[in-house]
């Protein structure tokens, strides 16, 4: 029905009932408690503010729903495409910069349109270059670096970010060495207590909401942010001001170099486009371009390192404060002036990227909320994408795309299994490229289906997608009305939230699995592990690794592919000789052939028949058992005329049995099947056996007449000695 395959929402209303309506209304309204917090919890793990997380469970989850296959599928932020998002955009803006917001919507846009592409040319099937070892790898190492990457707001500390992940551990655990903000620090465990208690004593109510409420309501009355703003002679530290201004000489220098940078890389890529299609190389102008830019470059970098040493510098004083009214001095905490009396507390400047405003100077006394949420919705537009940024984020897109869509996927087959729903990978696939698409409109970042919350509709009873609409009307009212109530949200309450969510993906026996499955599974599998931990934030440089792996392994098996020679069992059925240490006869080699006939193996099976004829020196006939060619080129049908020209020509017999249609029809269209000819091929393997056993046994130029106890017509072990040894 055509209607129904452009809108695949009109199917939800037949039969649709006002019960259904109900469960629909609370299983929408469920998904929506535990959608709130955790989509805020999520952006700030995409490098975004946390109300963009909002924005993105606005228009996605209700777009899903209308145009993919699943009627239980949740769609939103979620951890693993919310670090690929960061870990993508990193290198080209500053995170929660205005830049860095506008390539994140920008990325989304791309997704949506790769996603809507694949599904719209039925190309599904591209996710299964994606092998389950490389995925349980990839994830396995996310779930660890997702975690890993809260640890600073669980124990309320400040690092810059490393260039790899493990650095920025580090960095951290040092940092924790030197302070730990125990109000911080109970906030998050006491999340994390609430959830896990309330998960497993009371699964049914939704224990991230739960957990948010009583921590924001302690938050607001505890006072639990205590962020003063003062001017910088309020500071009593000798050389204060020197350190503040030398911080913010570097930190303008590199915005010059930067600005400069981007200057020069806009006439360069200009330049490139004029001369695209010429002759000779690039211009003398366009390499002296190119050479500004690197040295740009190079200065950007030693002031970065500068910059970070003076910023940790500035995160180590901690001050202990004087008050008088609304008016505060702050001291050095090791070196209080005898006969002053502080407040106690444990004060700290803070310091982000940009140069510190000596007029304005924040200094925390307490621990970080979410603060300020804007009240209302976000500007619907369209995303400004050019053809420059298409190719840029492209790459990064395609990754974030097919794993994205893998989740969504494996999320709603697994519910299918149990409503016994139908689900179209290539709707499912438009489904969440238009989710991605009109959310990237609303000011959304690259978003997929949520395990966690999928199964929250599900247990809370949905019967179509009207729930997921119902759960974007929430998100759209909290918008409206209630963002102020978010404001007191402490972040590691947030940094909580991300850890319990990514628990799940931990799967230890997905490795042993693999193992057991084929080794070399499980070797691909560790290795995509290994290789995802050891380049995050970086986390493509696993993916792909896992990739050339799996593609590696799979050429291999496809250039050497199984040649069995069978001899009979003792259940009479013809099995490898080798497998099953049977012995074979001299006079006839029953050769089968496990895979596609083409390219990159076809000189493979001419040495195996090679091999079989050096291993039998009294060999009068082989039989070639075509049951597992399912397909054959031009250069395996070459080869194989080639096999029969030998054999011929050393006087030996050639037959094929159980030939499948389209490798027969390549032989008859190459005339192959006339060189071999129709006497010499058979239905079956059991019939061309029994007539190649009367041709050969019975022939009087052996030198012995006939084969006594032939192991083609009784089963016969092959003879092994005490080391195993044939």
Same mark, same amino acid.
């Given at each position: 029905?055509?209607?129904?395959?452009?809108?695949?929402?009109?199917?939800?209303?037949?039969?649709?009932?006002?019960?259904?309506?109900?469960?629909?209304?609370?299983?929408?309204?469920?998904?929506?408690?535990?959608?709130?917090?955790?989509?805020?919890?999520?952006?700030?793990?995409?490098?975004?503010?946390?109300?963009?997380?909002?924005?993105?469970?606005?228009?996605?989850?209700?777009?899903?729903?209308?145009?993919?296959?699943?009627?239980?599928?949740?769609?939103?932020?979620?951890?693993?495409?919310?670090?690929?998002?960061?870990?993508?955009?990193?290198?080209?803006?500053?995170?929660?910069?205005?830049?860095?917001?506008?390539?994140?919507?920008?990325?989304?846009?791309?997704?949506?349109?790769?996603?809507?592409?694949?599904?719209?040319?039925?190309?599904?099937?591209?996710?299964?270059?994606?092998?389950?070892?490389?995925?349980?790898?990839?994830?396995?190492?996310?779930?660890?670096?997702?975690?890993?990457?809260?640890?600073?707001?669980?124990?309320?500390?400040?690092?810059?970010?490393?260039?790899?992940?493990?650095?920025?551990?580090?960095?951290?655990?040092?940092?924790?060495?030197?302070?730990?903000?125990?109000?911080?620090?109970?906030?998050?465990?006491?999340?994390?207590?609430?959830?896990?208690?309330?998960?497993?004593?009371?699964?049914?109510?939704?224990?991230?909401?739960?957990?948010?409420?009583?921590?924001?309501?302690?938050?607001?009355?505890?006072?639990?942010?205590?962020?003063?703003?003062?001017?910088?002679?309020?500071?009593?530290?000798?050389?204060?001001?020197?350190?503040?201004?030398?911080?913010?000489?570097?930190?303008?220098?590199?915005?010059?170099?930067?600005?400069?940078?981007?200057?020069?890389?806009?006439?360069?890529?200009?330049?490139?486009?004029?001369?695209?299609?010429?002759?000779?190389?690039?211009?003398?102008?366009?390499?002296?371009?190119?050479?500004?830019?690197?040295?740009?470059?190079?200065?950007?970098?030693?002031?970065?390192?500068?910059?970070?040493?003076?910023?940790?510098?500035?995160?180590?004083?901690?001050?202990?404060?004087?008050?008088?009214?609304?008016?505060?001095?702050?001291?050095?905490?090791?070196?209080?002036?005898?006969?002053?009396?502080?407040?106690?507390?444990?004060?700290?400047?803070?310091?982000?990227?940009?140069?510190?405003?000596?007029?304005?100077?924040?200094?925390?006394?307490?621990?970080?909320?979410?603060?300020?949420?804007?009240?209302?919705?976000?500007?619907?537009?369209?995303?400004?994408?050019?053809?420059?940024?298409?190719?840029?984020?492209?790459?990064?897109?395609?990754?974030?795309?097919?794993?994205?869509?893998?989740?969504?996927?494996?999320?709603?087959?697994?519910?299918?299994?149990?409503?016994?729903?139908?689900?179209?990978?290539?709707?499912?696939?438009?489904?969440?490229?238009?989710?991605?698409?009109?959310?990237?409109?609303?000011?959304?970042?690259?978003?997929?289906?949520?395990?966690?919350?999928?199964?929250?509709?599900?247990?809370?009873?949905?019967?179509?997608?009207?729930?997921?609409?119902?759960?974007?009307?929430?998100?759209?009212?909290?918008?409206?009305?209630?963002?102020?109530?978010?404001?007191?949200?402490?972040?590691?309450?947030?940094?909580?939230?991300?850890?319990?969510?990514?628990?799940?993906?931990?799967?230890?026996?997905?490795?042993?699995? @693999?193992? /057991?499955?084929? *080794?070399?599974?499980?070797?691909?599998? $560790? #290795? =995509?592990?290994? %290789?995802? +931990? !050891?380049? @995050?934030? /970086?986390?493509? *440089?696993?993916?792909?690794?896992?990739? $050339? #792996? =799996?593609?590696? %392994?799979? +050429? !291999?098996?496809?250039?050497?592919?199984?040649?069995?020679?069978?001899?009979?069992?003792?259940?009479?059925?013809?099995?490898?000789?080798?497998?099953?240490?049977?012995?074979?006869?001299?006079?006839?080699?029953?050769?089968?052939?496990?895979?596609?006939?083409?390219?990159?193996?076809?000189?493979?099976?001419?040495?195996?028949?090679?091999?079989?004829?050096?291993?039998?020196?009294?060999?009068?006939?082989?039989?070639?058992?075509?049951?597992?060619?399912?397909?054959?080129?031009?250069?395996?049908?070459?080869?194989?005329?080639?096999?029969?020209?030998?054999?011929?020509?050393?006087?030996?017999?050639?037959?094929?049995?159980?030939?499948?249609?389209?490798?027969?029809?390549?032989?008859?269209?190459?005339?192959?099947?006339?060189?071999?000819?129709?006497?010499?091929?058979?239905?079956?393997?059991?019939?061309?056996?029994?007539?190649?056993?009367?041709?050969?046994?019975?022939?009087?130029?052996?030198?012995?007449?006939?084969?006594?106890?032939?192991?083609?017509?009784?089963?016969?072990?092959?003879?092994?000695?005490?080391?195993?040894?044939?």
């Amino acid at each position: 029905m055509f209607p129904a395959k452009v809108f695949p929402f009109i199917l939800w209303f037949k039969g649709y009932k006002g019960e259904s309506f109900k469960l629909d209304l609370v299983a929408g309204i469920t998904v929506a408690m535990v959608l709130i917090p955790q989509s805020m919890a999520y952006a700030q793990l995409a490098g975004l503010p946390a109300y963009y997380g909002l924005y993105a469970a606005f228009l996605p989850p209700m777009v899903a729903a209308l145009f993919g296959s699943s009627r239980q599928l949740g769609t939103g932020p979620v951890a693993v495409v919310s670090l690929m998002s960061a870990a993508s955009l990193e290198p080209l803006a500053t995170a929660g910069s205005p830049e860095f917001i506008a390539y994140s919507i920008v990325l989304a846009l791309v997704v949506g349109i790769f996603q809507f592409s694949l599904g719209v040319l039925r190309l599904g099937m591209v996710v299964n270059f994606l092998s389950h070892p490389v995925i349980n790898g990839f994830t396995n190492a996310a779930a660890i670096i997702i975690a890993s990457s809260q640890f600073s707001k669980f124990f309320g500390v400040y690092v810059d970010k490393a260039p790899h992940h493990y650095e920025t551990m580090m960095r951290v655990a040092r940092a924790v060495m030197d302070y730990t903000h125990i109000p911080t620090l109970m906030y998050a465990i006491s999340a994390v207590t609430i959830m896990a208690l309330l998960k497993k004593f009371a699964p049914k109510v939704p224990n991230v909401l739960v957990a948010v409420l009583i921590t924001t309501v302690i938050s607001y009355f505890t006072g639990f942010n205590n962020d003063v703003t003062v001017e910088i002679s309020a500071v009593k530290l000798p050389g204060f001001s020197e350190q503040i201004q030398e911080f913010n000489q570097v930190t303008t220098l590199i915005e010059t170099y930067g600005s400069k940078r981007a200057e020069i890389g806009n006439t360069a890529d200009r330049l490139r486009s004029t001369e695209k299609g010429g002759h000779g190389g690039p211009s003398v102008k366009l390499i002296r371009l190119e050479s500004e830019i690197a040295i740009l470059t190079n200065h950007m970098d030693h002031a970065k390192e500068e910059a970070h040493l003076l910023r940790k510098a500035l995160r180590h004083l901690k001050f202990e404060a004087v008050t008088d009214g609304d008016n505060y001095t702050f001291y050095p905490k090791d070196n209080i002036p005898a006969g002053i009396e502080t407040d106690g507390k444990t004060w700290r400047l803070k310091v982000k990227n940009k140069p510190l405003n000596s007029s304005k100077l924040l200094m925390m006394g307490g621990g970080a909320i979410v603060g300020e949420v804007p009240e209302g919705l976000p500007t619907i537009a369209i995303p400004e994408l050019t053809l420059k940024s298409f190719f840029k984020l492209l790459p990064t897109a395609i990754i974030i795309s097919l794993l994205g869509f893998m989740e969504a996927i494996a999320i709603a087959k697994a519910m299918a299994a149990k409503t016994g729903q139908k689900i179209d990978a290539n709707q499912e696939l438009i489904g969440q490229g238009l989710a991605n698409i009109f959310g990237s409109f609303g000011s959304s970042y690259a978003v997929s289906g949520s395990f966690s919350r999928s199964a929250v509709n599900l247990s809370a009873g949905a019967v179509s997608g009207v729930s997921s609409v119902i759960t974007s009307i929430v998100v759209v009212i909290t918008l409206l009305f209630f963002t102020h109530l978010l404001y007191h949200l402490p972040q590691a309450t947030l940094a909580a939230v991300i850890m319990m969510a990514v628990i799940g993906l931990v799967n230890i026996k997905g490795f042993v699995h @693999a193992w /057991h499955a084929q *080794k070399y599974d499980g070797i691909i599998s $560790v #290795l =995509s592990f290994v %290789v995802t +931990l !050891y380049f @995050a934030p /970086h986390l493509d *440089k696993g993916i792909m690794v896992g990739f $050339v #792996l =799996s593609m590696g %392994v799979f +050429l !291999y098996k496809s250039m050497r592919p199984v040649v069995a020679e069978l001899s009979l069992q003792e259940d009479k059925v013809l099995k490898s000789a080798e497998h099953y240490h049977l012995k074979g006869c001299r006079h006839i080699s029953v050769v089968r052939f496990d895979g596609a006939l083409f390219f990159a193996n076809a000189s493979y099976l001419d040495e195996q028949v090679a091999k079989f004829r050096t291993e039998h020196p009294q060999l009068r006939y082989i039989l070639l058992d075509a049951s597992g060619i399912n397909d054959m080129d031009a250069s395996g049908e070459e080869a194989l005329s080639l096999i029969v020209d030998r054999l011929r020509a050393a006087k030996l017999g050639f037959a094929m049995s159980s030939i499948k249609g389209q490798v027969m029809a390549v032989m008859e269209r190459t005339h192959l099947l006339d060189k071999i000819g129709m006497e010499n091929l058979y239905p079956d393997t059991k019939s061309a056996v029994a007539d190649i056993i009367k041709k050969v046994h019975t022939n009087t130029d052996l030198p012995e007449k006939g084969c006594k106890n032939c192991p083609l017509t009784m089963y016969i072990p092959a003879y092994r000695d005490r080391d195993g040894h044939h």
